[in-house]
């Protein structure tokens, strides 16, 4: 067998390393926004096959969804919505082969971030 000496390698880099860039976060972001809006629709249903179920089940699904923490998940789903679709309006830029400078993909990477707080914000206020 071959003599490796494996006290001298260097270890390979990690997350403690690298310093987390933007466009790598708001994509992260992306796939747990998806993920996040299906246990959101997941409430939603539920409240739906309540509510065509019977009185008795709609007023639990209704108590749940009503409560703090209901107001909660939905508040984080409106504002996974908003994330989400903007950050596939920027998918599509970047399909078009436009704003792929690290600067430009910065700015558009805070548009989202910024844009999705915002609308989020007014969606809650109309609503």
Do not use: C
């Not at 987390?20 to 299906?38: E, H, M």
């Not at 789903?77 to 998918?91: C, D, F, K, N, Q």
């Amino acid at each position: 067998m071959a003599d490796v000496n494996r006290g001298n390698r260097p270890l390979s880099p990690h997350l403690q390393v690298y310093r987390p860039q933007l466009n790598s976060i708001t994509s992260i972001l992306t796939r747990i926004t998806g993920n996040a809006l299906l246990v959101g629709a997941l409430l939603v249903v539920w409240w739906f096959i309540a509510a065509a179920t019977s009185e008795a089940a709609f007023a639990t699904a209704n108590a749940v969804i009503t409560s703090w923490f209901g107001d909660l998940v939905m508040f984080g789903s409106v504002w996974a919505l908003w994330y989400h679709t903007l950050a596939g309006v920027r998918h599509l830029i970047w399909d078009q082969v436009k704003m792929l400078e690290m600067d430009r993909a910065d700015m558009l990477g805070w548009i989202v971030v910024g844009g999705s707080v915002v609308l989020t914000i007014l969606t809650v206020i109309a609503v």
